[in-house]
């Protein structure tokens, strides 16, 4: 499950200093547990990225005039305060959920700010489509660099200590830029892909990373073969099948 912010492709304003919450949740007659992960675009983030933080909460079900929903209230120990989440749960989880999040006390102290809240579907399957180099002020694609895309993903089904789950894949790459990628130690985290650990060795042959919608039909990111295609990142949009 992610907490937060969607996925852009272009640059937006985020909530400061808590941008978003990501990480792995676990539901027992109401009881929801598990670990999260803050994210501070900062320079001097009043939480590392890296820090785990346990969450105790619940979710009761209630009736309102669009049906049954379930009202989630979790509680986050964040930097010596505290972070409260609240929305209210439709059945369908796999979509962009409205909900709120406070901190109070401590050093990333925030006012109630509104948030989006999504149960991400296991990404995975098989994603294809076409990617490009990108002008970075334009954000279109440069013409004559289309390459077809090809990624394989498997997800573990349980998550690790720090709230993200494993990933495997390969990537190969078609058109005017030619190569491929293997990795055995990609992550899933809320809705980001990475086909590297956030902390430790990378790949040497190349980057695979992005994030997924909430039902993980479409994959919106990027890749770069570091020995091959001048090192040039290919970005866009890849579809399930």
């Keep these: 499950m992610v907490l937060g912010t969607p996925y852009s492709s272009t640059p937006t304003t985020l909530p400061s200093p808590i941008a978003d919450f990501t990480g792995a949740l676990q539901s027992s007659n109401g009881t929801i ?6 994210f501070d675009g900062s320079t001097n983030p009043c939480v590392p990225l890296t820090q785990d933080l346990a969450v105790t909460g619940s979710d009761s ?6 049906g049954t929903v379930n009202n989630l209230s979790l509680t986050v120990p964040i930097a ?18 409205t909900g709120s999040y406070q901190i109070v ?3 990333c102290t925030m006012p109630a700010t509104p948030m989006i809240i999504s149960q991400f579907a296991s990404a995975t ?5 076409t990617l490009n180099v990108v002008n970075q002020t334009t954000y279109l694609p440069i013409p004559g660099t289309a390459t077809a895309i090809t990624a394989v993903l498997t997800q573990s089904a349980i998550p690790n200590a720090d709230g993200q789950f494993p990933l495997t894949g390969t990537v ?6 030619n190569a491929n990628l293997a990795f055995s130690n990609g992550i899933v985290f809320g809705n980001g892909i990475l086909s ?19 039902t993980a039909t479409t994959f919106t990111g990027l890749f770069e073969a570091f020995s091959n295609c001048n090192n040039q990142e290919y970005q866009g949009t890849l579809t399930r099948q």
């Design 172 to 177: 190969s790459a078609n058109g005017a830029c």
């Design 105 to 107: 006390g401590g050093a």
């Design 33 to 38: 547990t598990g670990t999260l992960r803050a």
């Design 61 to 66: 079900s209630a009736t309102s005039l669009s």
């Design 125 to 129: 399957g098989t994603y294809t489509g």
């Design 80 to 97: 010596n305060g505290t972070a409260t989440i609240t929305a209210d749960l439709p059945q369908n989880l796999n979509s962009y959920i």
């Design 196 to 214: 590297q650990p956030l902390t430790g060795p990378s790949n040497p042959q190349g980057f695979f990373g992005g994030a997924i919608d909430p």
